[in-house]
């Protein structure tokens, strides 16, 4: 194997010097039997490091529709009322009819503050959001990185997307100091 990529930890650290892996396939012929340990990963309980677990959570979920287009106008309205009324424990902001900030489009965002969230609103919206897209990015609190570099990596590096990509604005992420 080559040395670590410049700039990334390497997705084996702590599970260095551990025995191989073994080769041993499950009944489907395809997929790996892993040695089982007993203990689930804290991931399923928090968001691992350096994703937010406090007041601004984990990950912002924004979901686009072009503004001009009556019909994808009227689906985001429904979409956004059916998950205030579906997930009323998720922070969901308010319905924009034009772009602000990094976003082109005219959106509306969703938090996600625990693993849980993600793993019950993301299998959803992969389900509902119909003809939109859909941007998921993380939120992290890296000391010493600058903000405008750091959302910058969230919004794009480190971003999930559904449907078709948006292209953002990323002469937003310089200005912030």
Avoid: C
């Avoid at 340990?37 to 309980?45: D, N, R």
């Avoid at 971003?159 to 937003?172: H, K, S, T």
Wanted: charged fraction near 25%.
């Amino acid at each position: 194997m080559s040395g670590p990529i410049p700039g990334y930890p390497s997705p084996l650290a702590g599970y260095e010097g551990l025995p191989p892996l073994p080769e041993e396939r499950n009944e489907d012929g395809k997929s790996f039997k892993n040695p089982q340990t007993g203990v689930l990963s804290s991931a399923y309980e928090k968001f691992p490091e350096p994703l937010d677990n406090g007041r601004r959570g984990g990950f912002d979920v924004h979901i686009y529709y072009f503004q001009n287009n009556q019909q994808q106008t009227e689906y985001a309205q429904q979409l956004h009322q059916r998950i205030r009324r579906e997930f009323p424990e998720l922070r969901i902001y308010r319905f924009w009819d034009r772009p602000v900030g990094p976003h082109p489009v005219a959106m509306f965002e969703v938090n996600l503050l625990t693993p849980a969230q993600f793993g019950a609103f993301v299998p959803w919206l992969a389900v509902w959001r119909g003809p939109l897209s859909v941007l998921v990015h993380p939120n992290t609190v890296e000391e010493g990185v600058p903000e405008g570099e750091k959302e910058l990596r969230n919004h794009t590096e480190r971003a999930i997307w559904m449907g078709e990509r948006v292209p953002l604005d990323r002469e937003v992420f310089q200005q912030i100091p």
